[in-house]
């Protein structure tokens, strides 16, 4: 984790005093494969970002940078920023965010978000909006997975996963642990199923509802994408049988490393 001494923070990323950007603060790498994601990380210059806006201060935080709201992207890009956030020795920075989804994208419920970040801090989340946040100490935390590229240090979501998944369970006692096989179901699809094994999950559902469904599975399987990205909450033996969309670059790259997160997953 890098730690900035006097740094600003806007919607856009962090930068350090002088100016310029602090690296891993964007909302994804620069280098990422495909140049489409790169929209949300143009005009980024602390000079054209902090005139118009007003300045508040913070003495310390963690930087958690954009939260988006694509239920899928939320999972593989902003989840692994908050891993850290369950130290509550820190304050949180951040912004919820809808921007840069493809057309027909529907975002994920907001308060599911929320949800999340409650779940996994008890310490307030300051929210940027138009303003900049100068911060005496702004902690950078080192990304255990990039997006559609690489899972470099997967058992640092672990602990935070178990917080998520022992809550998820509190709030949800009537699902129990009898789940043979769990059908991780997109909003699109209609899904016709005669194997009383297997059960449908429900998409619509609350987010705390689908996560508990997926803890107690012993197998999961779907159409690979945002709904099946969810496998990283199921048990570390959980088997898990994916109809591929033979998009390796994005989708099934990143259904892979879903998957080798859940296996560094101890809760039983």
């Not at 909302?27 to 489409?36: A, D, F, S």
């Not at 129990?176 to 699809?189: A, F, G, M, Q, V």
């Not at 619509?204 to 994408?225: F, H, M, N, T, W």
Request: net charge positive; charged share 20%.
């Amino acid at each position: 984790m890098e730690i900035v001494n006097n740094a600003y923070v806007t919607v856009s990323a962090a930068f350090y005093e002088s100016g310029g950007v602090i690296m891993g603060t964007q909302r994804i790498p620069n280098n990422h494969l495909m140049e489409y994601w790169q929209d949300g990380n143009r005009n980024q210059t602390i000079a054209a970002l902090i005139k118009p806006k007003k300045t508040y201060y913070l003495k310390d935080a963690l930087y958690v940078g954009r939260i988006c709201t694509h239920f899928g992207h939320f999972l593989m890009e902003a989840l692994p920023r908050l891993c850290d956030a369950i130290d509550d020795k820190f304050q949180i920075i951040g912004t919820l965010t809808e921007g840069f989804l493809p057309v027909g994208i529907k975002p994920a419920r907001k308060e599911d978000i929320e949800w999340f970040i409650k779940t996994i801090t008890n310490k307030r989340f300051y929210k940027i909006d138009n303003q900049i946040y100068q911060v005496d100490r702004l902690y950078i935390p080192k990304l255990p997975l990039v997006l559609s590229q690489s899972c470099s240090e997967p058992w640092r979501m672990s602990a935070m996963i178990e917080k998520i998944v022992r809550q998820a369970r509190l709030e949800n006692p009537h699902i129990i642990n009898n789940i043979n096989t769990l059908y991780l179901k997109r909003n699109d699809e209609v899904v016709i199923n005669t194997n009383p094994d297997i059960q449908s999950s429900n998409p619509d559902a609350p987010v705390s509802e689908q996560i508990a469904k997926v803890s107690y599975a012993k197998k999961l399987v779907g159409k690979s994408g945002s709904n099946t990205h969810i496998s990283m909450f199921a048990k570390n033996d959980c088997y898990t049988e994916w109809i591929q969309r033979g998009d390796f670059q994005q989708t099934d790259r990143n259904q892979l490393i879903c998957d080798l997160v859940k296996t560094f997953n101890t809760f039983n």
